[in-house]
């Protein structure tokens, strides 16, 4: 249990790396917008094939649908994450968010309670990056510090998509799954 800023936390603060972590391996493996982040429930994540694959159906920009392929370890830390909430994660026909605060002093939460906003889902990962950052006992030299410092949601976005550009996924793929209306914002991955 922990004291942050006069507030007490009536949660172990495991809980709350499991969140973080959960959140960040999100973003970072589906190159999800803080905004679809921040809407994503249980009932739109789903297994295929046996459960080692599963999709993620996403209400982008412009009200358009389209569909990520979280890996395994990201849902392995939703289930953590969803554990911690005292909910049954394997029920998958739920409308909840699937990233919620547990009780979250750095964030706001939404009028309902239960959903971050997309700013509160910006306060976390920048809150988080920051703490990483200043890990003494991690091996990053002080350029890695300093854009951890520096860096947003948007910057696990952009990464999402050099890598799949720089992993020789064609650009249309590449488009498809970012949710871009043109090619050529696409092409600043490139």
Known sequence: RYRLRGWAASFPLSAQYRLARALLLLLGHTGL??????????DLLKPLAGGDLWELAVLGKGDKWRTVFPPLR?????RAHWADRELDFEFGMQQLPLLAPIANPVTR????GERF???SIGQLVSTTLKRIAGDGTL????????????ASTHALRHTFGT?????GVPLDVVQTVM???SLETTTIYV
């Open 33 to 42: 917008r803080r905004e679809e982040a921040a809407m994503t429930t249980r």
């Open 139 to 150: 091996d990053l030299n002080p350029e890695q510090r300093a854009k951890l410092i520096d």
């Open 117 to 119: 906003s997309a700013d």
């Open 74 to 78: 990201v849902i392995e830390a939703l």
């Open 179 to 181: 949710g871009h209306e």
């Open 163 to 167: 890598l799949f550009v720089a992993n």
């Open 109 to 112: 939460r939404d009028k309902e």
